[in-house]
């Protein structure tokens, strides 16, 4: 019986030395998911604070601090999921200070980044308009072509087609 108890506590020992080794073994790799999951959640909260502080300049009609704010979103986080908002943003921003050219730019981007996407082809369409303004009819008559000819969402391409349709009427009157 003596002899029974004391080998039975030695093997409670190695059995319990293994499986703290074993766990040791294990934990740095649970650990580093956890970790590098905890980091991703950080930089998505800290992306959604730079965008609400965007927003919040835009509404407080702040835009140099608003389109800064974007600008250093779309430089720090740019996988983020609401980089979309941002540009839009950014967008509310051109149009609000009168910069066609970088409305134009803007908007050309959102639609290469998310050209199958309803609101993707709304920005080419705002870009073409926004080439109208800026007196570049090639430009904008390209995208209103594109549009007419490759897109799936008749609203949008009808909304083309009245462009061209207005192109070609101001484009008479100036010849006349």
Known sequence: MRQNSTVFP???RALFTFGI???MGILPLT???????????????????????????LEDRNHYQSVESCKSFLLLYPSHPKTREVRKVLSSNF???GDI????????????EFPNTEEGLESYLISGKAFVRMGREDKAYQIFQD?????????????????LTQMEILGESKNK
């Not at 050219?101 to 290469?112: G, H, P, R, S, T």
């Not at 897109?151 to 087609?161: F, L």
């Open 31 to 57: 650990a580093d998911r956890s970790v590098s999951q905890i980091f991703a959640n950080e930089r998505t909260k800290q992306g959604d604070v730079l965008y609400q502080k965007a927003k919040e300049f």
């Open 95 to 97: 149009r609000m200070t």
């Open 147 to 163: 549009i007419i000819k490759n897109t799936y969402s008749s609203k949008i391409a009808q909304e083309a087609e009245l462009e």
């Open 10 to 12: 030695l093997g409670k």
């Open 101 to 112: 050219l970088a409305l134009a730019e803007n908007e050309l981007k959102i639609y290469k």
């Open 21 to 23: 080794l074993l766990f």
